[in-house]
Antibody
Framework: DVQLEESGGGLVQPGGSLRLSCAVS????????MNWLRQTPGKGLEWLAY????????YYADSVQGRFTVSRDNARDTLYLHMDDLRVEDTAIYYC??????WGQGTRVTVSS | DIMMTQSPLSLSVAPGQAASISCKSD???????????LYWYHQRPGQSPQLLIY???GRFFGVSDRFSGSGSATEFTLHISRVEAEDAGVYYC?????????FGGGTRLEIK
């Protein structure tokens, strides 16, 4: 079975940092481009970042450009999202996903003082 | 960015009846490779979105044949025949024509 499992979410103060991980199994991770997305009640589903199969080509949403960094370790079948300078409006459920087919169950990030 | 607009916002359907959800994009989702990159997802409370339909009308693995998709270019429809209790939740369309991936605002389906 295909599984994507996010971890690393939690409560952080504004200006703080977090690193999310997404461990995958059930498919050949290195053969897939990957994305990070998030969901809030107010803004709905929002795409955040894209990384190609090798990690050489990366794109970010304007809302996180310069603050978030996506990376991957194909040897460990793991995708990462390093988040710096977190803001209250970054509070959301964060998902890793392939281009369209599979999503993880999400990890909740709360930014609050 | 490509804007995706869904309607209706919500609908209430009795079991066994049919339902349709509309999704419109402000740009064509047809790419030069001949494929149209429109997807439909279903999200139950507390769960992540699950892919139902890919590239307008392709049914994803394990998805019931009660679900079907149609449309082209900028106008698309998700059809659900014979609605069941397990179909409750929120349905989203998504365009994968280009980054940023963008989503419709969602349609909440309630089962009467």
């Amino acid at each position: 079975d295909v599984q994507l499992e996010e971890s690393g979410g939690g409560l952080v103060q504004p200006g703080g940092s977090l690193r999310l991980s997404c461990a995958v199994s059930g498919f050949t991770f290195r053969d897939f481009t990957m994305n990070w997305l998030r969901q809030t009640p107010g803004k709905g589903l929002e795409w955040l970042a894209y990384i190609d199969k090798t990690g050489e080509i990366i794109y970010y949403a304007d809302s996180v450009q310069g603050r978030f960094t996506v990376s991957r370790d194909n040897a460990r079948d793991t995708l990462y999202l390093h988040m710096d300078d977190l803001r209250v409006e970054d509070t959301a459920i964060y998902y890793c996903a392939t281009w369209s087919d599979y999503w993880g169950q999400g990890t909740r990030v709360t930014v609050s003082s | 960015d490509i804007m995706m607009t869904q309607s209706p916002l919500s609908l209430s359907v009795a079991p066994g009846q049919a339902a349709s959800i509309s999704c419109k994009s402000d740009e064509s989702l047809l790419k030069s490779d001949g494929k149209t990159y429109l997807y439909w997802y279903h999200q139950r409370p507390g769960q992540s979105p699950q892919l139902l339909i890919y590239e307008v009308s392709g049914r994803f693995f394990g998805v019931s044949d009660r679900f079907s998709g149609s449309g082209s270019a900028t106008e698309f429809t998700l059809h659900i025949s014979r609605v069941e209790a397990e179909d409750a939740g929120v349905y989203y369309c998504m365009q994968g024509r280009k980054l940023p991936l963008t989503f419709g605002g969602g349609t909440r389906l309630e089962i009467k």
